[in-house]
């Protein structure tokens, strides 16, 4: 049965308060944000603003749970079938988180529901499941000695994430964290606070204690600041800009040290070989990398590498998946290009397409705000030729669903102008050649390599990148090195 959405929107009930030691509350100022939609430009509530005195209120919280173990000390199976219980109550109220992310950011209400929610579920339980399948060790030590290497939660950690991925980005942190035994302060982005604060009802309604997860909606240079100057968080998580990565560095040596994993967007590479194996399937992964999410994801294709002796026919069968796209209703099961997050942002990317037509880069497709008369935030499917690697189109994150095409003669030119940018998140090589693709890959400076693909992986392997793309990465078991400490005890045993 066809699923009305805009009536489930009315019918929506928004959460408005911020989540502090197990259950909801005003901001203590008694300040309020907008909750403005992206597809209509309407404010459909007002939150809670946090700023310091509210996030030292739920460090209070989280530090009385870490110290009294009611979190960490649990038996790991318990533990692990309380965040089972959590993934539950979420996959229970899949389609309203949906809704949430879809109202909140503008993003296709399809997508939100088949890729950000059930992704955050599935991270969820993966990272239960590891919770009793983590083992420590034992060093190879003399016989009259005992050397034990334990992992230890580190401690009160501060989760700080972006708009794009409201509920995916959070439940990279949440579940990691949470898994190794730590408390954690939630602080979504003021342009998307809603699904975090319906998810930390969500846990409690799962079983997690009171105190171990709080969550502060704010803006970023309140309660986003006051998070980074916390002298009793241990560790920072963060997803979003590199100049915010910078400043929560720059927190983190005004206050405690405190440990700071950072992912930071990027710029990156999608490199089209001659021998491409599939022209048809590279167009579509091209268009693809730029265009879900309307553009707005850091490891976008933004830049399309295209070798010379092959540009004519593959821009044919670029530009013909590229005519259709189009921006269209979020709420519309059918849409795939929704809203840009914010008429700020919108207009930051607009202002990028000038900048481009400025420098002498050859506008083939879109360019213009569209669907102005919805009130909402759209911009077209952007396609940029004629593109030099120092243009500022080429070099900085526009975020938005704009395109660079470059091209070159030889795959050690292509390989220049890929690892040419401050950032290094992801890249691609579409290649017949096992030799081209595993050259490319070890010379490529980004922290993901796609081969004959785009954005493709799962749970197992790490997210994160090189250079100012950041530090750390998210998912996998390794994930969970943000959020530990390793202490050795070393026992010295009877003669």
């Keep these: 049965m066809r699923i009305d959405w805009h009536a489930k929107a009315r019918d929506l009930a928004l959460p408005r308060q911020a989540f502090i030691d197990g259950r909801y509350v005003d901001a203590i100022s008694g300040a309020t944000m907008p909750c403005i939609s992206p597809i209509d430009g ?36 318990e533990r692990k079938r309380v965040l089972l219980a959590v993934a539950d109550q979420m996959e229970a109220h899949a389609e309203e988180l949906a809704l949430m992310e879809t109202l909140d950011m503008g993003k296709p209400i399809s997508d939100a529901l088949s890729i950000d929610v059930a992704s955050s579920i599935a991270t969820l339980r993966w990272f239960a499941e590891c919770i009793d399948k983590v083992y420590d060790e ?41 898994a190794a035994g730590n408390s954690v302060i939630l602080k979504p ?35 986003g600041k ?19 990565g910078r400043l929560f560095l720059q927190y983190s040596g ?4 405190k440990r700071v994993g950072l992912e930071c967007g990027g710029k990156s590479p999608h490199i089209i070989h001659a021998d491409c194996p599939d022209l048809d399937r590279a167009a579509q992964a091209a268009n693809s990398a730029i265009f879900f999410n309307q553009g707005e994801i850091c490891n976008a294709g933004s830049r399309l590498l295209v070798d010379r002796r092959i540009a004519e026919p593959f821009m044919e069968k670029l530009m013909q998946v590229a005519r259709t796209k189009a921006a269209g209703d979020p709420l519309d099961p059918a849409t795939s290009i929704g809203a840009l997050v914010e008429e700020r942002h919108m207009q930051r990317v607009l202002d990028y397409i000038q900048i481009g037509k400025g420098e002498g880069a050859k506008l083939l497709l879109g360019g213009q705000r569209t669907r102005s008369n919805s009130g909402g935030f759209y911009v077209e499917p952007t396609i940029f030729d004629a593109v030099t690697p120092r243009m500022t189109i080429a070099q900085e994150e526009i975020f938005g669903p704009v395109l660079s095409v470059l091209y070159f003669d030889t795959p050690e030119q292509a390989l220049q102008i890929a690892n040419d940018t401050m950032y290094g998140l992801a890249a691609a090589v579409w290649t017949g050649s096992i030799d081209t693709a595993i050259r490319s890959s070890r010379a490529l ?36 090195e943000k959020y530990t400490e390793l202490k050795t005890t070393w026992i010295a045993l009877s003669p």
């Design 42 to 77: 309407r404010i459909i509530a007002t939150v809670a603003s946090c700023d310091s005195a509210d996030v030292d209120a739920a460090v209070r919280s989280a530090r009385s749970a870490f110290e009294d173990g009611r979190w960490r000390n649990q038996n790991p199976a």
């Design 138 to 178: 034992i060093a190879p030590t003399p016989q009259n000695s005992l050397a034990l290497i334990t992992r230890e939660p580190v401690g009160v950690v501060g989760a700080v994430v972006p708009w794009n991925f409201p509920l995916m980005m959070a439940m990279w942190k949440l579940a990691p964290a949470l």
């Design 189 to 223: 982005a003021e342009q998307s606070p809603l699904s975090a604060l319906r998810l930390a009802g969500l846990f409690a309604e799962g079983g997690l204690p009171g105190g171990v997860l709080n969550v502060v909606p704010g803006l970023g240079p309140t309660a």
């Design 226 to 244: 006051a998070i980074g100057l916390h002298m009793d968080i241990d560790a920072v998580g963060f997803t979003g800009s590199t100049e915010v």
């Design 254 to 257: 005004q206050s405690n040290m």
């Design 445 to 480: 400076r980004a922290g993901m390599v796609y081969v004959n693909c785009y954005d493709v992986d799962d749970l197992t392997v790490p997210f994160g990148g090189f250079k100012q793309s950041g530090m750390g990465r998210d998912k996998s078991l390794h994930a969970l």
